[in-house]
């Protein structure tokens, strides 16, 4: 069975550039996370959905992030404009239900931003 | 809020010495999963505690759950190269916020 799937596994780009970040779920899956990883923080949940419906959102840094999921299958972060210090390892992970079920996690996109 | 602390923070080992890793938080916890992330890798499930009091093994690895259930280990034998890797534990608290540890790192050298 395919995992998690993310893209892109890398990205390097410029302050003020717009970041699109992708994640594939894996099938049957109803809930999916967004985390964001560094070294400072430690792994952080900025979102998670449930049934395509954000269900918690305050993880999420400012207004310059925002995430969407138009269906069961496909969910995205965007970062617009970047910042340097938005440079990390975004990982998405789904579960088969809402709640404290085992995660699933992708390989993580590595983002810095220049 | 619920804090998940984990200690300690890094632990350096010689091939063949144990390690345990302990996750405290101030509230009592439902339940608590553990998971192993290899250097630049993601995070992987390991193992999932549910009862006060409760104890798994895997291999060489135990993991037990408090009985106030609010702290919980996870304790490698004989710790070899491939152990090498950041532990994490997570939980879901009173308020029901799932929330990761801080993790710990090893270290495994020969």
């Known amino acids: 069975d395919a995992g998690v799937i993310q893209s892109p596994r890398h990205e390097v780009t410029e302050m003020g550039q717009e970041v699109t970040l992708r994640c594939k779920p894996i099938s049957g899956h109803n809930s999916l996370f967004w985390y964001r990883q560094t070294m400072m923080r430690g792994l952080e949940l900025l979102i998670y959905?449930?049934?395509?419906?954000?269900?918690?959102d305050s993880g999420m840094p400012e207004d310059r992030f925002s995430a969407k999921m138009p269906n069961a299958s496909f969910s995205t972060l965007k970062i617009q404009p970047s910042e340097p210090r938005d440079s990390a390892v975004y990982f998405c992970a789904s579960t088969r239900t809402q709640g404290d079920q085992p995660q699933h996690f992708g390989d993580g996109t590595r983002l810095s931003i220049l | 809020g619920q804090q998940v602390m984990q200690i300690p923070q890094y632990q350096h080992v010689q091939e063949g010495e144990d390690f345990t890793t302990y996750c405290n938080s101030s509230t009592t916890l439902s339940n608590i999963q553990w998971y192993k992330q290899r250097p630049g890798g993601h995070p992987v499930f390991l193992i999932q505690?549910?009862?006060?009091?409760e104890v798994k093994k895997q291999k060489r690895l135990t993991f037990q759950f408090g009985e106030a259930k609010k702290n919980s280990s996870l304790h490698i034998t004989a710790t070899q190269t491939t152990d090498v890797g950041t532990y994490f534990c997570r939980s879901t608290g009173g308020g029901n916020k799932l929330t990761f540890g801080t993790g710990t790192q090893l270290k495994v050298e020969l």
């Open positions: 959905f449930n049934n395509n419906v954000p269900i918690d």
């Open positions: 505690l549910v009862k006060s009091g």
